[in-house]
Each structure stands twice: as structure tokens, then as C-alpha cells.
């Protein structure tokens, strides 16, 4: 089991910045791929970055390329989501995920564990 805990969530302003963490423990050596997804109320949950253990490669969605930086700290098993010129259309519930099976992955059915969630509210 993965345990995952997420923090650092807030309310902005439109253009702020924010940063996310996430706190793994557990059997994390298991795994693979460390995710960023978010979900607005009455919508579907989205990618936003992924970022693989073993090399720290990232993989970001369009809409926060440039934007955001996934990154993560491996002494402390935590992963971070730097979020930069926030819009209001970001608000949502931001969750930290871990899959154990694929080195990439951008679907929540790729995922094994999942944080609680984070809110983020950006203000227009």
C-alpha cells in the first residue's frame, strides 16, 4: 500500500502562483509513475503532469505546459506541482496519484493510489 497526502492547496487570485505537495510512504519503491490530476465540480477528472521515478522524466498536459512544473524531492518521497499564472478555470479538487504499472501515464485507471485532495480556488 501507498499512502499519499497532499497539502499547499489555497485561495488565489487569478495570475497568482501556488505550489502543491505531496507526501508519499508506504511501499514506495513500488511505484512507477507519480501523478497531478484535478476535477471541477460536474466534470470529469483531468491529467494535469506525471513525473516517472526512476529518471524524473515529466509529462504535461497542453493547457499547463509552461505553466506548471512537476517535480519531486526523493529523500523526502514528495511530489510537488508548481503552479504559476493561475486562471480561474483551474479551480478544482487537485489529487496526487501513484501508479505502480506504467513508467507513463496520463489516465486515472493507470493509477493504483490516490491522495485525499487539495482544493484550489482561483479567484477572477
Known amino acids: 500500500q501507498v499512502q499519499l497526502v497532499e497539502s499547499g492547496g489555497g485561495l488565489v487570485q487569478a495570475g497568482d502562483s501556488l505550489r502543491l505537495s505531496c507526501a508519499a510512504s508506504g511501499r514506495t519503491f513500488s511505484s512507477r509513475t507519480m501523478g497531478w490530476f484535478r476535477q471541477a465540480p460536474g466534470k470529469e477528472r483531468e491529467f494535469v503532469a506525471c513525473i516517472r521515478w526512476s529518471d524524473d522524466n515529466t509529462y504535461y498536459a497542453d493547457s499547463v505546459k509552461g505553466r506548471f512544473t512537476i517535480s519531486r524531492d526523493k529523500s523526502k518521497n514528495t511530489v510537488y506541482l508548481q503552479m504559476n499564472t493561475l486562471k480561474p478555470e483551474e479551480t478544482a479538487v487537485y489529487y496526487c496519484?501513484?501508479?505502480?504499472?506504467?513508467?507513463?501515464?496520463?489516465?486515472?485507471?493507470?493509477?493504483?493510489?490516490w491522495g485525499q485532495g487539495t482544493q484550489v480556488t482561483v479567484s477572477s
Open positions: 496519484a501513484a501508479a505502480e504499472r506504467y513508467y507513463y501515464a496520463t489516465r486515472p485507471s493507470q493509477y493504483n493510489y
